[in-house]
């Protein structure tokens, strides 16, 4: 069965630190993956989203994820955080033949001012 | 364009008790999904609605969960009778047709607190 896994279920880190949040699905098949963001008190939003092409993909408010086939990972990165990045963050998965979306747990993401 | 409206944001109810939620997705957009949210985990898909027909529903527990989506746009949630364990936030989400629209876009959430 398809699945997804967030290596940190918690990660702190002070402003201006680089961030990486790991991610890694098991599914043999092409896949679409996503990273979604929900802020304290506010819905799940698109951070971004990788279907093909360049495996480095950038998304909103500095963040950037890679996409590594063989490793089957799609790690989230920024270089510097910000208080405001405080939030938690999930990874999801689908297979191109279906648009069931598979989650990871989260991670929540505490940025110290 | 106006966003996945949800409601209610908050109930609290006992145990055995009823509790419906509705949710109104971006006009147009065809499928409707329904996720249950608890403490700590991610979104697991309850129903997946394309128009007004049931896609997938394998993970609603049938026995007290239903929802409905009779004219294919707005859908009610509903739960009779409640149990502690389905305290989470109700998640709807909805996407448009088409291989190039994969992505979905979240309501708010109904938090159900079950005392």
């Known amino acids: 069965a398809q699945s997804v896994s967030q290596h940190n279920h918690h990660v702190i880190l002070s402003e201006a630190a680089s961030l990486e949040l790991g991610c890694n699905y098991s599914?043999?098949?092409?896949?679409?993956l996503f990273w979604y963001v929900q802020y304290p008190g506010q819905h799940l939003q698109l951070l971004l989203k990788?279907?093909?092409?360049d495996p480095l993909v950038k998304g909103i408010k500095g963040f950037e994820a890679e996409f590594i086939k063989s490793k089957f990972s799609f790690n989230l990165r920024k270089p510097s955080v910000q208080w405001s990045d405080t939030a938690e963050y999930f990874c999801?998965?689908?297979?191109?033949?279906?648009?069931?979306?598979?989650w990871g747990a989260g991670t929540k993401l505490i940025i110290k001012p | 364009e106006a966003g996945v409206a949800q409601s209610p944001r908050y109930k609290i109810i006992e145990k055995r008790q009823s509790v419906a939620f509705w949710c109104n997705p971006i006009?147009?957009?065809?499928?409707l999904y329904w996720y249950q949210q608890i403490l700590g985990q991610g979104p697991k898909l309850l129903i997946q609605?394309?128009?007004?027909?049931?896609?997938?529903d394998s993970q609603l527990p049938k026995d007290r969960f239903s929802a409905e989506r009779l004219k294919g746009v707005d859908s009610t949630l509903k739960i009779q009778p409640a149990k502690l364990e389905d305290s989470a936030v109700y998640l709807c989400?909805?996407?448009?047709?088409?291989?190039?629209?994969?992505?979905?876009?979240f309501g708010a959430g109904s938090r159900l607190t079950v005392l």
């Open positions: 609605f394309q128009n007004n027909g049931v896609v997938d």
């Open positions: 990788y279907f093909s092409g």
């Open positions: 006009s147009g957009h065809a499928t």
């Open positions: 599914y043999g098949g092409t896949v679409n």
């Open positions: 989400a909805s996407r448009a047709s088409g291989t190039g629209a994969n992505v979905l876009t």
């Open positions: 999801a998965v689908n297979a191109r033949s279906n648009y069931q979306l598979i």
